[in-house]
């Protein structure tokens, strides 16, 4: 027989996965003035007050992070006590606008203050760099152009506007800083990272950490925990894929030098939530490795945080979904990222606790940790957000911002006396893939998962960066494909921009990263016609250029720079001077 809870009105005699559902009329169902409502009580106290009023469908309800597109229906947040909601990359409200997420997160938060205890959702979104599901959000440049500033406190300044922006749209949780250290640039996700030195990694996760930790009630969630970069070619499980995903044979000593120090240093920086990657470490899931997530990250880091699972993680290629999340768990997960099926999440879960498969007491410590998390972060004392705080979201000053990451961000790969370009410059030819293009300059994890080709989100493409920068008197000419008419006398300089096509995750994987023959075609038609041809690439990694590249006078990697593409043509015409480094090897 199912358990009844059996002492709060309207309580649901439905089995193990219900909590009990106040209706809006009976205000008497909540409890009032208990010590985990005082806000002047310790976070400590609160907790066990709280913790101890639960039951287990209410705990088992805060351990769930449901995908927002999952929910069946938006009662099931009340149902089933559900702990967070995310939206992954793309998932969006219908009103895809700042108000439109306003008004989702909010229709949620309300769904989860009808139940009994009133314990507030946390709200998780991939904001990888800013707000980028939202489009008129501030879109800062990838990781990995972060990573070629090298600038701790630019990146905390982001890691602040980053934060502010989710927050006047509700969301409180961010799935960032990415503290993969990338081994092998043939890895679709090594955009999302600072690059592959571990020191570099370690400050910029601090400083992102730091800056998001300056508004209190936002929650950074670290990751991807651990050795998802150093992951090796044709080791992934899931064929679709190469390198995403897979395993990472190194010995323990590498692993603890180069990939656990980014988290030693987002812990000191008062990391509250870290995400286990989808990879192994020789040959075993991390998901379900008590050694690394149990033994090291908790007990011998002391991290007080929770632990969380990606995506499909816990499942993912596991034929019986009940002894994968029963392995998970007792490994030390203690939230579970449900993309699809929360109910038997909750299902399996109150099985294996009334087996005894998992202890109430690692199902009291998980729900410690995530409500500890909550009290620490005030989701229980403060107000929604209102209309007027969504002015925030994509203010000039967060473009300032982002013009600057721009700037610090690029790289002088090669240059024969050309750059910086005089303003006065007589005659331009500008030509390629990624010149008027803001998709492409945003890459992946840009509105939608994979992105957007094309220009569908506010910002400056770096074609209108250049035509916003050159003296009145410069005669530009741009054409996509570099098929100018010929002309009479060659152009001064050629400036063809060329790149990646937007990619996420494993459909990033390639196996020879390069230009496309178009992008080589264009390159050729615009240098043909000019003078001196720069090249500029707009990529998430470095890319094969060496056969070309003594035939070019000049070549910039501007990695993924975002919304704001003028800050290209500031140091390109020398307002600003180039600064950034590369942040991993790029072969010339
Ligand atoms: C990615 C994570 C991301 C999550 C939620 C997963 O596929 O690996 O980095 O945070 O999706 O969107």
Not at 88 to 107: E, R
Not at 422 to 439: E, P, Q, Y
Request: overall charge negative; aromatic content about 8%; some cysteine.
């Amino acid at each position: 027989m199912g358990m009844y809870v059996f002492f709060w009105k309207n309580a649901v005699p439905v089995g193990e996965q219900f909590v009990t559902v106040c209706s809006n009329e009976d205000v008497s169902c909540h409890p009032t003035n208990l010590p985990y409502q005082d806000a002047t009580r310790s976070t400590e106290e609160r907790v066990v007050d709280l913790l101890g009023r639960m039951s287990l469908a209410e705990k088992i309800g805060q351990m769930a992070l449901v995908e927002k597109d999952s929910l069946k229906h938006t009662n099931d947040i009340a149902t089933y006590g559900l702990g967070a909601i995310m939206s992954g990359g793309g998932g969006k409200p219908t009103d895809n606008s700042p108000t439109g997420w306003q008004d989702m997160i909010q229709l949620f938060q309300t769904k989860s203050q009808m139940t009994r205890l009133q314990i507030p959702l946390l709200y998780g979104v991939d904001a990888n760099h800013g707000h980028s599901n939202v489009p008129g959000a501030t879109i800062f440049p990838h990781a990995i152009g972060l990573g070629a500033t090298n600038n701790t406190e630019l990146v905390k300044k982001i890691g602040i506007a980053t934060a502010q922006e989710a927050e006047a749209t509700g969301v409180n949780w961010i799935f960032s800083p990415n503290l993969d250290v990338t081994n092998d640039v043939r890895w679709g996700r090594t955009y999302e990272t600072f690059g592959s030195n571990t020191e570099t990694i370690a400050e910029l996760g601090q400083a992102f950490i730091e800056g998001m930790n300056t508004v209190p009630t936002m929650l950074a969630g670290a990751k991807h925990f651990i050795g998802n970069g150093a992951s090796e070619w044709g080791t992934s499980e899931n064929k679709n894929f190469f390198i995403d995903q897979g395993n990472a044979s190194v010995s323990e000593e590498e692993l603890r030098y180069t990939h656990l120090a980014p988290f030693i240093s987002a812990i000191d920086a008062g990391a509250k939530s870290i995400m286990i990657g989808l990879n192994q470490w020789n040959n075993e899931k991390i998901i379900f490795h008590t050694y690394l997530i149990q033994d090291v990250l908790k007990d011998e880091l002391g991290f007080d945080g929770f632990v969380f699972s990606d995506w499909y993680g816990v499942y993912e290629g596991e034929s019986n979904k009940s002894t994968a999340l029963i392995r998970a768990i007792n490994a030390g997960v203690d939230m579970v990222m449900l993309p699809y099926d929360y109910t038997q999440f909750s299902r399996i879960m109150h099985r294996a606790v009334q087996n005894g498969d998992i202890s109430e007491a690692r199902i009291d410590d998980a729900v410690t940790r995530i409500l500890t998390v909550k009290f620490e972060k005030g989701l229980f004392d403060t107000t929604p957000t209102n209309v007027s705080d969504l002015d925030i979201v994509g203010s000039k000053k967060h473009k300032d911002l982002a013009r600057i990451a721009v700037q610090q961000s690029l790289v002088l790969l090669k240059n024969n006396n050309v750059l910086p370009l005089s303003k006065k410059v007589r005659s331009l030819l500008i030509a390629g893939s990624s010149a008027d293009n803001i998709g492409r300059q945003s890459g992946g994890w840009t509105v939608e998962w994979s992105g957007i080709d094309g220009n569908w989100i506010p910002g400056t493409t770096i074609l209108e960066g250049i035509k916003n920068t050159v003296s009145p008197t410069t005669h530009i000419q741009y054409d996509l494909y570099g098929s100018f008419p010929k002309q009479t006398e060659k152009a001064d300089v050629g400036i063809a921009i060329v790149g990646e096509m937007p990619y996420a995750e494993g459909w990033g994987d390639n196996a020879h990263p390069s230009l496309s023959e178009e992008d080589i075609e264009t390159i050729e038609a615009v240098k043909a016609q000019s003078k001196k041809i720069v090249v500029i690439i707009v990529s998430g990694r470095p890319l094969d250029i060496a056969p070309y590249v003594d035939t070019w006078d000049a070549v910039v990697a501007v990695w993924l720079p975002g919304s704001e593409g003028i800050g290209i043509a500031d140091v390109l015409f020398g307002d600003v001077p180039f600064t950034g480094k590369l942040p991993l090897e790029w072969k010339l």
